[in-house]
Nanobody
């Protein structure tokens, strides 16, 4: 059984930082693309960041320069370091895995990802 378990969410003031973690089990971690999506109430889900098997990265324009995705293969864990948070970043953040290798639009085609975590809430106050 594949499980993606997110942690690290919480409440911070604008300008603060958080690091989200996602530990993967029941899946070949190092043989899969992995990433993060988010969804705020009343809004469509948005691709935030993706990390390819080859080390390639994609970032949404809204977070580029502020967020960093990276992984620790020994721990089967992917991280999202979020700096310079603002209220517009408030959302439920989901870890995703298993996008077709080499396929395009990893931050657009949410339906392309095979596995989703339960989510961790991030709230940023002004």
């Amino acid at each position: 059984e594949v499980q993606l378990m997110e942690s690290g969410g919480g409440s911070v003031q604008a300008g603060g930082s958080l690091r989200l973690s996602c530990t993967v089990s029941g899946f070949t971690f190092d043989g899969s693309d992995i990433g993060w999506y988010r969804q705020a109430p009343g809004k469509e889900r948005e691709g935030v960041a993706a990390l390819g098997i080859d080390g390639s990265t994609d970032y949404a324009d809204s977070v580029k320069g502020r967020f960093t995705i990276y992984k620790d293969n020994e721990k089967n864990t992917v991280y999202l370091q979020m700096d310079g948070l603002n209220p517009e970043d408030s959302a439920m953040y989901y870890c995703v895995a298993d996008y077709p290798p080499g396929a395009q639009s990893r931050l657009v085609r949410a339906e392309g990802w095979g596995y989703w975590g339960q989510g961790t809430q991030v709230t940023v106050s002004s």
